[in-house]
């Protein structure tokens, strides 16, 4: 049997922050992630990252990459009525945002890692987790060469994602879960084009919501709300830059710079918090405790925040024998959770038009979007959650 002190299941931003967190205090860890080392480095999903992400990333000095890549915006803005009303974020809370895609940190995390002389399963299959209410909880495998793998360690983190087997190895009874799902879903593409503006634009517009955003000088990242049960199919190129150029254009004369289509995918919203983030030995992180609809920017910023914390509890409970911050884990990281689980709510039911959409409903909307803008304290409100509140939010 093989043996760390940290088993960590998923290499997502989660598990393989985790990983550094651990290594810089000399804990021993086995990262085990099912896919290969190809598809988590071009997966792509979010883009922006909180400046707590950011100063975090930088003070471990996995942000070289980032600092010289990354576009740090200083504001956003939502367009209604036709016309831009920006949120002036770095004047109203002296702090910005970065954006910087989530894949680019997975390949940043994962070079660090193997530059030190540790690796990654890759291709980790029928991941099992035996024995969590006891010191020495096990991980079997079967590994990338169908070899049977079987690992003691003194604990576990799940951080396997939404979709992962982590989550499911506590007992049901044990588990409250909160869930909500949305009626609609985003329908998101990589455009090899030029951003057409340079800050984020979320707009609400009668046909439905769509978001700017972009990767790179060169790179433009764009969703549409579709619905549901929307086939990709259905979506020729053309039907959707049609469709993007409608929902935001303006009055003053906006044009969608566009380009090919590197990528399509239709992602579902939902939101959904898992209470207890922790069983015996095993502690989840991420996605695999909770998942925001991405209206508000905050999943992988979460999955950071629950680790930061879940790095200093695990030194505790292993090198210290002190079990406090580890009692306290579930606790502190679901206060920050429930916020961001709450922007990322009101982002999308302000921003979002319901299948069969309710003239009552958009007023109440455009109304929000109205005071939003045009009053100091509400402008404030999202500014301060949508940067990111501080790691130890009470
Ligand atoms: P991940 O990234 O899903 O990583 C989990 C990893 O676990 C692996 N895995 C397993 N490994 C071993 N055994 C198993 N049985 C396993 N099952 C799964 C998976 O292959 C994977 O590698 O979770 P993590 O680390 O918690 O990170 C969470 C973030 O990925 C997620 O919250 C964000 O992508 C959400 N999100 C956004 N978050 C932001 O902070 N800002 C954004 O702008 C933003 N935009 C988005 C988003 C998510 C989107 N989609 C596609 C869901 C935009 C979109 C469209
Ligand atoms: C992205 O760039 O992928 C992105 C940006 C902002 C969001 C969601 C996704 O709210």
């Not at 985790?18 to 021993?28: F, K, M």
Request: net charge negative; hydrophobic share 40%; proline share 5%.
């Amino acid at each position: 049997m093989e043996r760390t002190e940290v088993a960590i299941v998923g290499a997502g931003p989660a598990g393989l922050l985790l990983a550094h967190l651990l290594q810089a205090e000399g804990v021993d860890t086995v990262v085990l992630e099912a896919r290969s080392r190809e598809y988590v480095e071009h997966r792509v999903r979010a883009g922006v990252c909180e400046h707590t992400t950011v100063a975090l990333l930088r003070g471990l000095g996995l942000a070289d990459r980032l600092d010289r890549e990354g576009l740090v915006h200083g504001g956003l803005t939502l367009r209604f009525d036709r016309a831009d009303h920006r949120i002036d974020l770095a004047a109203l809370t002296g702090k910005s945002i970065t954006v910087y895609g989530q894949q680019e940190i997975v390949k940043d995390l994962i070079a660090a890692r193997l530059a030190t002389g540790q690796d990654i399963e890759f291709e980790a299959a029928d991941v099992r987790l035996h024995e969590l209410t006891t010191d020495a909880p096990t991980v079997t495998w079967t590994d990338a060469h169908g070899g049977a793998r079987e690992l003691r360690a003194d604990a576990v983190a799940g951080c396997d994602g939404f979709h992962g087997v982590c989550r499911a190895a506590i007992p049901a009874s044990a588990l409250t879960c909160y869930d909500h799902v949305y009626p609609y879903a985003w329908l998101g593409v990589l455009a090899q084009a030029p951003p057409s503006h340079e800050e984020l634009i979320y707009p609400w517009h009668p046909r439905g919501f769509a978001l700017h955003s972009m990767r790179s000088p060169e790179l433009t990242r764009l969703y549409l709300q579709v619905n549901p049960d929307e086939r990709l199919d259905d979506w020729s190129d053309a039907r959707i830059w049609d469709e993007l150029a409608t929902r935001l254009a303006t009055d003053d004369g906006f044009t969608l710079r566009q380009g090919p289509l590197l990528e399509k995918g239709i992602t579902p919203m939902r939101s959904f918090v898992t209470e207890t983030m922790r069983h015996g030995r095993l502690f989840l992180a991420g996605d695999a405790a909770h998942i925001v609809p991405p209206t508000g920017a905050k999943g992988m910023n979460l999955a950071v925040a629950d680790v930061r914390r879940l790095g200093p509890a695990l030194v505790a409970l292993l090198r210290k024998n002190d079990s406090r911050p580890a009692e306290a884990y579930t606790e502190r990281c679901l206060s920050r959770v429930w916020r961001a689980e709450h922007f990322s709510y009101f982002m999308t039911t302000m921003l979002h038009r319901f299948p069969d959409a309710d003239p009552f409903v958009d007023q109440l909307q455009l109304s929000q979007l109205r005071y939003t803008t045009r009053s100091t304290a509400a402008a404030t409100s999202l500014a301060e959650n949508y940067v990111g509140l501080p790691f130890d939010w009470p």
